[in-house]
Nanobody, 118 residues
Framework: VQLQASGGGLVQAGGSLRLSCADS????????MGWYRQAPGKQRELVAA???????NYADLVKGRFTISRDNAKNTVYLQMNSPKPEDTAVYYC?????????????WGQGTLVTVSS
């Protein structure tokens, strides 16, 4: 699994931004995928997740504003960030998880910085 995240940058509060994460090294369709974030001085937290079957899960703080989706034909997962707030500023990481030899293994991509200005 080789994950490459992109799309971060500076965005104004209330604007929109879309993050992408491409998987170039695995059978993407069988992976559960997720977006996590880590703000300075804070622990990494789950933002949104999508299973191989398309079920989604969101952190309460982003429900109704962020949308996770996947395109298995492009081996890519997306995070659409609408109406971001300054408190959404963080490094965003994508992750893939799959069962390997009976154990859940998580693979991480490099982070992409999102800065939301007020």
């Amino acid at each position: 699994v080789q994950l490459q995240a992109s799309g971060g940058g500076l965005v104004q509060a209330g604007g929109s931004l879309r993050l992408s994460c491409a998987d170039s090294g695995s059978i993407f369709s069988i992976n559960d995928m997720g977006w996590y974030r880590q703000a300075p001085g804070k622990q990494r937290e789950l933002v949104a997740a999508i299973t191989s079957g398309g079920s989604t899960n969101y952190a309460d703080l982003v429900k109704g504003r962020f949308t996770i989706s996947r395109d298995n034909a492009k081996n890519t997962v997306y995070l659409q960030m609408n109406s971001p707030k300054p408190e959404d500023t963080a490094v965003y990481y994508c992750a893939a998880s799959r069962i390997v030899a009976g154990s859940n293994v998580v693979y991480w991509g490099q982070g992409t910085l999102v800065t939301v200005s007020s």
